[in-house]
């Protein structure tokens, strides 16, 4: 690869700015008797306002959860004694920005720490010619040594246009044979720690969907949700973008006709606790520059 185009470049970084300051916000309203559906929409209204898009719908994930978990339409649910991943994705033109922090509820300081210290040692590894398994080991062994495990099944990702998820994989371990980081890749790296086993399953909630094909359905409703789909131009959205709960049903339609996926919640077992910490950063030929810099400050 090659170094990114300079209006490009210009992109990624506005998209970070953007994500910074909403993400700064958004975690000053965690707090309890705060509902979950406030924070994840006053972060997505302030992206719209900001003239940028959502790379996906804000992730509000509580305790055992680890990611995809957003809140339902008109959902009641508030902020308790909890450990709260907000995952947050903005895009400009389609050049995307993803960054996570934890807000610390529950008086675990130490497993969000893990995190962000696991998540500062990567960035310090990373570079071109850097093997993303050694990434891994750094994250790993910040993990380890609060005593916690890495999530092993989860990994940070390559970032394309309008492409949230993309390669290479930097994996949350150390890892003997793996690829390298070359110039003009983006990447977000994102370390989960966990006081539980270090493996996340699939829950049964499911409010994040992306569409996969663009088929022919003869059902009204169907179709009209599927116009509306259509509009995300292909990235994540949650099932309360649409215009109403009958479209919601319409859109359980189009997963079983294959034209949608969900994506459930990813969970540690019950009675565990998560922590997430993520930068997205462009690898130069020289180093990194991390597009969400300024996230922890």
């Known amino acids: 690869m090659t170094a990114l185009d300079e209006d490009v470049l210009e992109k990624y970084r506005e998209a970070g700015e953007i994500l910074t300051t909403v993400m700064g916000e958004a975690r000053e309203m965690v707090e309890p008797g705060a509902t979950h559906l406030e924070v994840a929409e006053y972060a997505e209204e302030r992206i719209r306002e900001a003239g940028a898009g959502l790379a996906f719908p804000v992730n509000v994930s509580i305790d055992e959860e680890a990611s995809h978990a957003t809140p339902e339409r008109d959902d009641p649910t508030e902020f308790g004694e909890d450990v709260v991943c ?146 995300f131009d292909g990235l994540p959205f949650a099932a309360r973008w649409l215009d109403s709960s009958r479209d919601e049903m319409a859109l359980r339609r189009l997963v079983r006709q294959g034209a949608v996926k969900g994506y459930p919640v990813l969970k540690e077992q019950d009675g565990e606790l998560v922590s997430q910490a993520e930068h997205t950063l462009v690898v130069t030929e020289d180093g990194v520059e991390v597009t969400t810099a300024g996230l922890f400050s």
């Open 86 to 231: 907000l995952d947050i994705g903005v895009h400009v033109d389609g050049y995307i920005a993803d960054a996570a922090v934890t807000v610390d509820l529950a008086g675990e300081t130490e497993l969000v720490e893990a995190a962000e210290q696991a998540l500062d040692a990567a960035v310090d590894a990373a570079g071109p010619g850097v093997p993303v398994g050694e990434i891994g080991a750094e994250i790993e062994d910040v993990i380890d040594a609060y005593g916690y495990t890495p999530v092993y099944n989860l990994s940070g990702h390559g970032v394309e246009r309008f492409d949230a998820h993309t390669g290479p994989n930097v994996p949350n371990r150390g890892v003997d044979r793996s690829v390298e980081l070359e110039p003009g890749q983006v990447v977000a790296i994102e370390p989960f720690a966990t006081t539980g086993r270090g493996k996340v399953g699939e829950g049964t909630d499911e409010e994040i969907f992306e569409l996969t094909q663009d088929v022919s359905v003869r059902n009204r409703a169907a179709r009209q949700a599927l116009e509306q789909v259509r509009e």
